[in-house]
């Protein structure tokens, strides 16, 4: 059922709900979010639908450079054309047969996940966590680590993490979406990997005994 904001004469028919959260995996895709060009739209629309009018208003307030409503539908279909935002319904103005399309973000957060457990299988990966064993060695008297155990412990933590993460934001209540979706990127990006680990800590005793099953 289609969600009615009636302000006057105005009267919003939304029929779209943003996920809670969406998992970027796509570089390109994160890397057109963090652009100074579609951020200050992704930006904006954190505080609801928007019309285009609307969007390109705000927009010019916030960005580095002013752009006319022609690119702003530009960008706009760009970011549809990877999933960040899409039709969220229409604006009705009493006395008009004309209808606007509002626009919403796909997810109340979007999650940059630049430590996903793929990362792990690569070269850098392999590179950081012998990083990780000489910093660890000294903690476990008279055993040393083995690599491809902490890899392995670290891709399921990459997972399990997300997961967890999900099941928090699934159940949260309206003053915790409201909050969050007012960060900034790197202020999400925090949030996200110690609401994550923090909740694996709290739910999996066997975490801790895991990852010290690493050290032989």
């Given at each position: ?93 009493m006395g008009k047969t004309a209808t606007e399309t509002l ?50 412990f670290l891709e399921n933590l990459s997972i399990n993490r ?42 999996d005793e066997n975490l801790v005994s895991d990852l010290k099953?690493?050290?032989?």
């Amino acid at each position: 059922m289609a969600q009615t904001e009636k302000v006057d004469n105005i009267k919003d028919l939304i029929d779209y709900k943003p996920e809670l959260m969406k998992v970027i995996r796509d570089e390109e895709v994160a890397k057109m979010i963090m652009d100074d060009l579609y951020f200050p739209i992704l930006k904006v629309l954190r505080n609801g639908p928007m019309t285009v009018k609307e969007i390109e208003e705000e927009y010019n307030k916030i960005a580095k450079t002013p752009k006319s409503d022609k690119t702003i539908y530009r960008y706009l279909k760009n970011l549809q054309d990877v999933d960040l935002i899409r039709p969220a319904g229409q604006r009705v103005i009493m006395g008009k047969t004309a209808t606007e399309t509002l626009f919403s973000r796909t997810a109340y957060a979007f999650y940059l996940r630049n430590d996903q457990a793929e990362f792990w299988k690569t070269e850098e990966g392999r590179k950081l966590a012998e990083a990780l064993v000489e910093a660890l060695n000294p903690l476990v008297e008279g055993k040393s680590m083995n690599i491809n155990k902490l890899l392995d412990f670290l891709e399921n933590l990459s997972i399990n993490r997300i997961d967890q993460l999900k099941e928090i934001l699934e159940n949260a209540n309206d003053s915790l979406l409201e909050g969050i979706s007012g960060y900034d990127w790197q202020r999400f990006t925090l949030f996200y990997n110690l609401g994550g680990l923090f909740a694996l800590l709290l739910s999996d005793e066997n975490l801790v005994s895991d990852l010290k099953d690493c050290f032989e």
